[in-house]
Structures are given as structure tokens and as C-alpha cells.
């Protein structure tokens, strides 16, 4: 059983800073890509940022300049440290990757956390 645990979240004010973090544990091969969605009351869940294993990003124009994605691949972690937050920031925000869980030749599965609650106050 794979599970990707994030912690991080909470409330903080506008122009504030938070970091997130998500963890995957349990039995697995290796982790290609890896990335932090979110999604707001009423709104659609959206990408946020991604990483490769290699360490090749993609943003969200919404994140670009405030927010970078980093991991650890030898503690299959991924990181978001967000700056300059606002308010239209608030949402709950997933971890998500991409795992190989027995070995080459094996199929990829995608995995989710359970998400954790970002709330920038104004």
C-alpha cells in the first residue's frame, strides 16, 4: 500500500508564506513525476506546479514567481513553498505523483494525498 501523507497547510495572511510537504510511503520502485494541485469552493481541481524526477518544472501562471516546487527523490518527497500569498490562494492543495510500485516493466499508477487546507486571509 503506497500513500502520500501532506502536512503544512493552514492559515496565514495575505503576503504571508507557507511550505508544504508531501511524503509517499509503503512498498514502491521509484517515483517519476511528481506535482501539488489544488481546488477552491466551486471551482474545478487545477494544476499547480509539477516536477520530473529529474527536476524539470512546470507552473501555473497563477504560481509562477511565488511559488517553487522542489523534491527529495532519496526521501520520495515533494515540496511547495509558497510566498507572497492571496487570498484567491486559498484552497484545499493535493500531492500527487506518478509511482512504479514493483520495479521496471511495471505499470505506473498515479496516487493522491488526502489534501491539506490552505487559507490566505486578507
Same mark, same amino acid.
Given at each position: %500500500?503506497? +500513500?502520500?501523507?501532506?502536512?503544512?497547510?493552514?492559515?496565514?495572511?495575505?503576503?504571508? &508564506?507557507?511550505?508544504?510537504?508531501?511524503?509517499?510511503?509503503?512498498?514502491?520502485? &521509484? #517515483?517519476?513525476?511528481?506535482?501539488?494541485?489544488? +481546488?477552491? =469552493?466551486?471551482? %474545478?481541481?487545477?494544476?499547480?506546479?509539477? #516536477?520530473?524526477?529529474?527536476? /524539470?518544472?512546470?507552473?501555473?501562471?497563477?504560481? @509562477?514567481?511565488?511559488?517553487? #516546487?522542489?523534491?527529495?527523490?532519496? @526521501?520520495?518527497?515533494?515540496?511547495? +513553498?509558497?510566498?507572497?500569498? @492571496? =487570498?484567491?490562494?486559498?484552497?484545499?492543495?493535493?500531492?500527487?505523483?506518478? #509511482?512504479?510500485?514493483?520495479?521496471?516493466?511495471? =505499470?505506473?499508477?498515479?496516487?493522491?494525498? %488526502?489534501?491539506? +487546507?490552505?487559507?490566505? /486571509? /486578507?
Amino acid at each position: %500500500q503506497v +500513500q502520500l501523507v501532506e502536512s503544512g497547510g493552514g492559515l496565514v495572511q495575505a503576503g504571508g &508564506s507557507l511550505r508544504l510537504s508531501c511524503a509517499a510511503s509503503g512498498s514502491l520502485f &521509484s #517515483i517519476n513525476a511528481m506535482g501539488w494541485y489544488r +481546488q477552491a =469552493p466551486g471551482k %474545478q481541481r487545477e494544476l499547480v506546479a509539477a #516536477i520530473t524526477r529529474g527536476g /524539470s518544472t512546470n507552473y501555473a501562471d497563477s504560481a @509562477k514567481g511565488r511559488f517553487t #516546487i522542489s523534491r527529495d527523490n532519496a @526521501k520520495n518527497t515533494v515540496y511547495l +513553498q509558497m510566498n507572497s500569498l @492571496k =487570498p484567491e490562494d486559498t484552497a484545499v492543495y493535493y500531492c500527487n505523483a506518478d #509511482i512504479v510500485r514493483y520495479g521496471l516493466g511495471y =505499470p505506473l499508477d498515479e496516487y493522491w494525498g %488526502q489534501g491539506t +487546507q490552505v487559507t490566505v /486571509s /486578507s
